[in-house]
T-cell receptor
Framework: NAGVTQTPKFQVLKTGQSMTLQCAQD?????MYWYRQDPGMGLRLIYY???????DKGEVPNGYNVSRLNKREFSLRLESAAPSQTSVYFC???????????FGSGTRLTVV | AQKITQTQPGMFVQEKEAVTLDCTYD???????LFWYKQPSSGEMIFLIY??????QNATEGRYSLNFQKARKSANLVISASQLGDSAMYFC???????????????FGQGTTLQVKP
C-alpha cells in the first residue's frame, strides 16, 4: 500500500547510544517532516525537508540530525540518546499544493 | 508566531449524542488552513477534516463538521451521532499556506481525549 513507512516501530536505547529512525514514502511527495509526540503536548516539529537536498530545523531540533537521502527517504538520527528523547516519533509527507499530511505509523522510543 | 489552543483535556459524551471539541488559534497570517486529526489508542494519525481560511462554507465530512468562526479565531470540531469507535485523542492543527511561512509545517494543539459512553 502507498504511504509512509517508518522503521523500527519500537526501540529501547541506553543513555548515550545512537540510532537512526528510518522513513520512506512512495507517493512522490516533495516535503517530509519529523515530529515527536509527548504526553499532554501534542506533536512538535523536530526537522523538515521542503524538498530533496534541503533540511531545516523545527521547534525542537536539539539532539537530532536528519538526512534527506533522496526524494523518498528522510532519516532522523540521535547521536547520543538521552532520557528526555523518550517519545513517539512520527514521520510525515505532503503533496505539493495540498496540506493533507500522510503520517507514518510512528516509532515508540524509550531511552533508559 | 502561530499557536493552537485546545482547552478541554478530556470530554465525555453519550453514544448517539453530538459533541463539540474546542479549538482556538492565533496567527497574523491571512492565508492558513486548519485541520482536525483523530488518534485512536493504536496510535496512528487519521485525517478528519480541513478548513481553508478563505473558505466561506464550513467544512463537513460525514459526521464531522468544522464550525469555523474567523473573527473569533475558533475552529471547533462537531461530531454528530457519536459512536463508541469515536473514543480517541483529537488534535487541532494549523498550517500557513502563503508567504515565507509556507513550509507545510503543522502546529498542533495539546489534544482532547474523547470518551464515548454506551
Amino acid at each position: 500500500n502507498a504511504g509512509v513507512t517508518q522503521t523500527p516501530k519500537f526501540q529501547v536505547l541506553k543513555t548515550g547510544q545512537s540510532m537512526t529512525l528510518q522513513c520512506a514514502q512512495d507517493m512522490n511527495h516533495n516535503s517530509m517532516y519529523w515530529y515527536r509526540q509527548d504526553p499532554g503536548m501534542g506533536l512538535r516539529l523536530i526537522y523538515y525537508s521542503a524538498s530533496e537536498g534541503t533540511t531545516d530545523k523545527g521547534e525542537v531540533p536539539n539532539g537530532y540530525n536528519v538526512s534527506r537521502l533522496n526524494k523518498r527517504e528522510f532519516s532522523l538520527r540521535l547521536e547520543s540518546a538521552a532520557p528526555s528523547q523518550t517519545s513517539v516519533y512520527f514521520c510525515a509527507s505532503i503533496e505539493q499544493g495540498w496540506y493533507g499530511y500522510t503520517f507514518g505509523s510512528g516509532t515508540r522510543l524509550t531511552v533508559v | 508566531a502561530q499557536k493552537i489552543t485546545q482547552t478541554q483535556p478530556g470530554m465525555f459524551v453519550q453514544e448517539k449524542e453530538a459533541v463539540t471539541l474546542d479549538c482556538t488559534y492565533d496567527t497574523s497570517d491571512q492565508s492558513y488552513g486548519l485541520f482536525w486529526y483523530k488518534q485512536p489508542s493504536s496510535g496512528e494519525m487519521i485525517f478528519l477534516i480541513y478548513q481553508g481560511s478563505y473558505d466561506e462554507q464550513n467544512a463537513t465530512e460525514g459526521r464531522y463538521s468544522l464550525n469555523f468562526q474567523k473573527a473569533r479565531k475558533s475552529a471547533n470540531l462537531v461530531i454528530s451521532a457519536s459512536q463508541l469507535g469515536d473514543s480517541a485523542m483529537y488534535f487541532c492543527a494549523m498550517v500557513i499556506t502563503h508567504g515565507s511561512s509556507n513550509t507545510g509545517k503543522l502546529i498542533f494543539g495539546q489534544g482532547t481525549t474523547l470518551q464515548v459512553k454506551p
